[in-house]
């Protein structure tokens, strides 16, 4: 198992891991955790593979502050350059790990905003910020990508579940509809509900 180097800053705000060559152990053993004014949450491991149930980087509250959805819990981000394919997320089944862009992970920040460097090459970089909203059921998420790539891929994971059960293979249907500049998800489960939280979008 490698080493992992950590530093604290003084006032405690900023928690930042030195994770290169780390092992998904030891990324797996540290969290995040962001809340809002509505109760809604942003929570994984410092690696990105969720390991709780009540793991997710959007929980939203549909009847603030309770009534809590997992409405997006991952997203599977992929980078092809210069011929290579490169896989960002790490997802853990069954103790094993597909993918492992633990691998790929340089550095975590745990600030204001949560930020993974992911160094992909000797000149090639990307960092993921996240950033929960203080006051709506959103989060952000951007990418920024230093150096010369092909392409860059998204796929979010969106479960719409209440945040104490877990999803099944069968048994829900989900309305999928573009929207501008995106897409809107639904949960036939979620139609009764408040009309401030009735999916998820994505931007």
Same mark, same amino acid.
């Not at 180097?5 to 962001?34: M, T, V, Y």
């Not at 409405?71 to 997802?91: F, K, P, W, Y």
């Not at 990508?145 to 979010?156: A, Y």
């Given at each position: 198992?490698? +080493?992992?180097? /950590?530093?604290? /800053?003084?006032?405690?705000?900023k928690f930042?891991?030195?994770?290169s060559g780390? =092992?998904p152990?030891?990324?797996?053993s540290?969290?995040?955790?962001?809340s809002? @004014?509505?109760?809604?949450?942003? =929570? =994984?491991?410092?690696?990105g593979?969720?390991?709780?149930r009540?793991?997710?980087? #959007?929980?939203g509250?549909?009847?603030?502050? $309770?009534? *809590?959805? $997992?409405?997006? +819990?991952?997203?599977? !981000?992929? $980078?092809?350059a210069?011929?290579?394919?490169m896989?960002?997320?790490?997802?853990?089944?069954?103790?094993?790990? =597909?993918? !492992?862009?633990?691998? &790929?992970?340089?550095s975590? @920040?745990?600030?204001?905003?949560?930020? &993974? @460097?992911?160094?992909?090459g000797?000149a090639? !970089?990307?960092?993921k910020?996240l950033?929960?909203?203080?006051?709506?059921?959103?989060?952000? #998420? *951007?990418y920024d990508i230093?150096g010369?790539?092909?392409?860059?891929?998204?796929?979010?994971?969106t479960?719409? *579940?209440?945040?104490?059960?877990l999803?099944?293979?069968?048994? /829900?249907h989900?309305d999928?509809?573009?929207?501008s500049?995106g897409? +809107?998800?639904?949960a036939? &489960?979620?139609?009764?509900?408040?009309?401030s939280?009735?999916g998820?979008?994505?931007?």
């Amino acid at each position: 198992m490698h +080493s992992t180097d /950590s530093s604290i /800053s003084q006032d405690r705000l900023k928690f930042s891991i030195r994770s290169s060559g780390g =092992s998904p152990e030891a990324l797996g053993s540290r969290e995040f955790l962001r809340s809002n @004014t509505l109760g809604a949450y942003s =929570s =994984s491991t410092l690696c990105g593979c969720g390991t709780r149930r009540y793991h997710g980087l #959007l929980v939203g509250a549909t009847h603030p502050p $309770v009534g *809590r959805v $997992v409405a997006l +819990s991952t997203v599977m !981000e992929q $980078v092809r350059a210069d011929g290579r394919v490169m896989d960002l997320a790490t997802n853990e089944f069954d103790g094993a790990m =597909s993918p !492992e862009g633990y691998r &790929w992970l340089d550095s975590v @920040t745990d600030g204001v905003a949560v930020e &993974w @460097t992911y160094r992909l090459g000797e000149a090639l !970089e990307l960092r993921k910020r996240l950033l929960l909203s203080p006051e709506q059921n959103a989060v952000v #998420l *951007r990418y920024d990508i230093d150096g010369e790539f092909d392409t860059l891929t998204l796929r979010p994971f969106t479960n719409l *579940r209440d945040f104490h059960a877990l999803r099944h293979k069968s048994g /829900s249907h989900f309305d999928v509809r573009t929207i501008s500049n995106g897409m +809107s998800i639904a949960a036939d &489960w979620m139609m009764d509900l408040s009309k401030s939280f009735c999916g998820a979008r994505i931007m």
